[in-house]
């Protein structure tokens, strides 16, 4: 019996490691990055070609996103306390593992994946991105926003290049994605402003002021929703595209009704939102 009780110990520690590494490494978060890859791919690829071009993508975004939870426990501590090291769940040492295991099996399947692609040097760029904003996030505000904007458009831009989109649709989706996802960022700077400030973070609701920060936000989020919209109507058939939109828009329009509570946790969740609005909003335009 106490052999077992210590088998089921074991196995209890293990599962809850286990869950805070993948906490860690915001699993929901990287899948959203990996779909933006390997929906549209399917259409024109087999499975696991997808599968390969876009796995590098989850993983390299699951250790971007490890390190920036190493390098913020303290801020983390005061702004969102339930990510896993600010909650104790996983030390600061074993996260660094998460880290390296995972930026280990990002590049060894991207290696895997130059084979597929003439782009695939794209996924090194997404990997020197998402090191850099960590360092970013305490020089510049704009540079960090900059960062954090190329770093979630980088996919796009991968996927649309494999898939052989003409030039100009490649530069409008790409560009929209960026200018939506600076405003998600500026939004979420917002929300975080109290631990930027004590962590000594550079952001533009710091600089500039949560108010102007706002509005500012607010007025990215609705051109780069326009100009996605307007790709979406224009390479689409009417029957796909308006049923498409109107689901866009109702999505943004959630996010719109939460980010006006002044509850805390439905900010947040308005911010996790935005992922689904522009994963739906590039989704379809990349599919034109």
Do not use: H
Request: glycine share 6%; proline share 3%; hydrophobic share 55%.
């Amino acid at each position: 019996m106490a052999t077992e009780g210590a088998a089921a110990r074991t196995s209890w520690r293990a599962l809850r490691l286990v869950a805070a590494a993948m906490s860690l490494g915001r699993v929901l978060s990287s899948l959203l990055i990996f779909s933006i890859v390997f929906l549209p791919s399917t259409r024109f690829l087999n499975a696991m070609d997808a599968l390969l071009l876009a796995s590098p993508f989850f993983f390299l975004s699951a250790a971007g996103f490890a390190v920036n939870d190493v390098l913020d426990y303290r801020i983390d501590a005061l702004n969102k306390p339930y990510r896993a090291i600010a909650r104790g769940a996983i030390s600061r040492q074993g996260a660094a593992v998460v880290v390296v295991v995972a930026s280990c099996a990002g590049l060894v399947l991207a290696g895997l994946a130059w084979s597929l692609s003439s782009f695939s040097w794209l996924y090194l760029v997404y990997f020197v991105l998402a090191m850099v904003y960590n360092v970013a996030v305490r020089r510049s505000a704009i540079l960090k926003t900059t960062i954090a904007s190329a770093i979630c458009a980088s996919p796009v831009l991968f996927v649309e290049l494999v898939l052989d989109k003409p030039p100009t649709l490649v530069g409008v989706t790409v560009g929209a994605a960026v200018v939506y996802i600076m405003g998600r960022e500026i939004r979420m700077d917002v929300l975080d402003l109290e631990g930027d400030r004590a962590g000594g973070n550079r952001t533009v609701a710091l600089s500039r002021g949560p108010r102007a920060a706002d509005q500012l936000s607010r007025l990215l989020l609705y051109v780069a929703l326009a100009v996605l919209l307007a790709v979406v109507l224009s390479t689409q058939s009417p029957a796909v595209a308006l049923p498409i939109c109107l689901l866009i828009v109702s999505l943004q329009g959630a996010c719109e009704y939460l980010w006006g509570s002044l509850d805390r946790r439905r900010r947040r969740r308005s911010i996790l939102l935005q992922w689904a609005v522009m994963l739906m909003g590039v989704g379809a335009a990349v599919l034109g």
